[in-house]
């Protein structure tokens, strides 16, 4: 029996929300994945909806449908890899309205650690229109322990209540011509981002902290 409502709450929890940034493979799906795994908790959830890239690269079942992800829950711990193939073909951005709705209300009722794991986020919320489902964990996920992890090529395209939630991103190559207002702002040299290698990033976390240098190959 799932407790009840509002009895998992954990005032004190560090939000953290990270978001891995560059041009397609530079490396920063693979560190992502790399931190993702590393994280210990109760529950991950991914949300994989490039043609379930992350079940076939890494050998994990799939869930199609909530009483799927259900089963999951109720083994008490694990990950769920939602595919919205099945019950929102061609409509990425709706599915994962209705994949955040699920984890923020399943992470509600259940104690522990949370992570939450989504790739090409540019191609999953719009600029003009407020993404409720996925803000609702970023405002008040983290008493919830929920966490999150980020892909995207371009933060252009990323809502700004979103990017303002960023506590750490790490940024790889970026392309010719990439808007890199929001990388300027958090306080990356913008000019170095187009000078990366393959493999290579920047990181910086909110409270000023830095790292020039890291491998997500090695």
């Avoid at 493979?25 to 992350?54: C, N, P, Q, V």
């Avoid at 992470?107 to 540019?122: C, M, N, P, T």
């Avoid at 040299?189 to 290698?197: G, K, M, P, Q, W």
Wanted: glycine share 10%; with cysteine; charged share 25%.
């Amino acid at each position: 029996m799932i407790p009840a409502k509002n009895c998992c709450q954990v005032y004190d929890w560090p939000s953290t929300k990270v978001l891995s940034i560059g041009k397609s493979g530079s490396g920063k799906t693979t560190l992502a994945w790399k931190l993702f795994l590393e994280r210990k908790a109760r529950f991950k959830f991914i949300y994989d909806h490039k043609a379930m890239e992350f079940s076939r690269r890494y050998g994990l079942r799939t869930c199609f449908t909530q009483d799927d992800m259900f089963k999951v829950l109720k083994q008490g711990q694990g990950t769920i890899c939602y595919s919205p193939m099945k019950q929102f073909p061609g409509r990425a951005e709706e599915g994962f309205e209705v994949f955040c709705k699920f984890v923020f209300n399943v992470s509600e009722k259940i104690k522990g650690v949370k992570l939450l794991l989504a790739d090409e986020l540019q191609r999953l919320q719009g600029t003009n229109s407020r993404p409720e489902a996925l803000m609702e964990i970023c405002d008040i996920g983290r008493t919830f322990q929920i966490d999150c992890y980020f892909i995207a090529s371009a933060s252009n395209t990323i809502h700004n209540l979103v990017k303002g939630q960023i506590t750490e991103a790490y940024c790889f190559l970026h392309g010719p011509g990439a808007n890199c207002d929001w990388e300027k702002d958090f306080g990356f040299e913008e000019n170095a981002l187009f000078r990366l290698r393959k493999g290579l990033w920047h990181w910086r976390h909110e409270d000023g902290r830095c790292k020039i240098g890291g491998n997500a190959f090695g």
